[in-house]
């Protein structure tokens, strides 16, 4: 297999550590080992005692039990637990794809989910979310690009980078017509439980199409990115079992204090997702101030989930724009030309709690 660098991934490589403010994670503000295990009583004491040997290849039973309570109609042994979301994606592409396929995938992309089905062979369609559209997506689009040798359609919802929520009626026609046209629907959930109004949220797509595969990272809606703990979650067996060997030339097993740790948040996931929805409120007022303020540099399409957006710079290159940015100010913003998205948009992270000063920093920027 040929994999291109992960261009994102480069760019972060890059600056992550060595800028004051990043100012496009797509994360949440995370935690320390400590603020977690006040979470519970005895917690502190249970981690100290915590075995270090092999853990179980597929999860701990009783983290995979946390992880199936996310989701309405999936048992413990229907979930799979990996190191992070990157691996489970690795793993369903090398499971499921053979060269020659065919796969549709929603783009701008979080560039593994279509460059890994690339590098072993399949032919990769883009179900394009348009600018002018406030990043919809069109299911008569989809159709039209489903050909005899499609294998599969991966989607994420809210999405990164636009923060795009699909609504429900076109989630659930989206299911059906990949049940229908028996089409694999990798459904990338790792921002769910970070919809602003509560009513908007999607069902998991494995709860509601019984050979979809839903993905979750403990990263995104509960600030838990250090663990390396992500799944699937999925009622399709053969995926999953193929999925579940395949690991074992992988990683083999998940880090042991990171199941226990995982398992722990998961237990207050309501709470964890609470917290980090409060820091995305309150940034979001300064941004919709910001936005309005410089409505003639940039077009803001405001999400209804997740901590990231992605606006347009209406006048200049989005390339010199952000260069010049992070070299007179320390804040970093993220250029679209880095999802190959050629429209002058940046990617907008806004879930970290020093977006306040990273704000004004950008703002001066912006009256020199
Ligand atoms: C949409 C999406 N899927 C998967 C991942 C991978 O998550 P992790 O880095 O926690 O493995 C990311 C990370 O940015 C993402 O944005």
Redesign the pocket.
Known sequence: MQLSPFKLERYFAQYEFNVQYLLCS?DCESLSIGDLLALEPGAEEAFQRHWLGYTESQGSPSLRGEISRIYSSIRPEQVLVHS???EA?FLFMQATLQPGDHVIVHWPC?QSLSEVAKSLGARVSLWEARAENNWALDLDELNRLIRPETRAIVV?TPH?PTGYLMPQDDFTALNAMAQERNLLLFS?E?YRELEYDPADRLPAACDINATAISLG?M?KTYGL?GLRI?WIATQNSEVFQKMAALKDYTTICNSAPSEFLAELALRHREKLAARNLDIISDNLALLDTFFSRHARQFDWVRPKAGPIAFPRLLTGDIENFCDALIKATGVLLLPGTLYDHPGDHFRLGYARSNLPEALVRFDEFLQT
């Open positions: 797509s992070g979301a990157e994606i979080y994420n990164n990338d790792v990272v990263s990115a992500g």
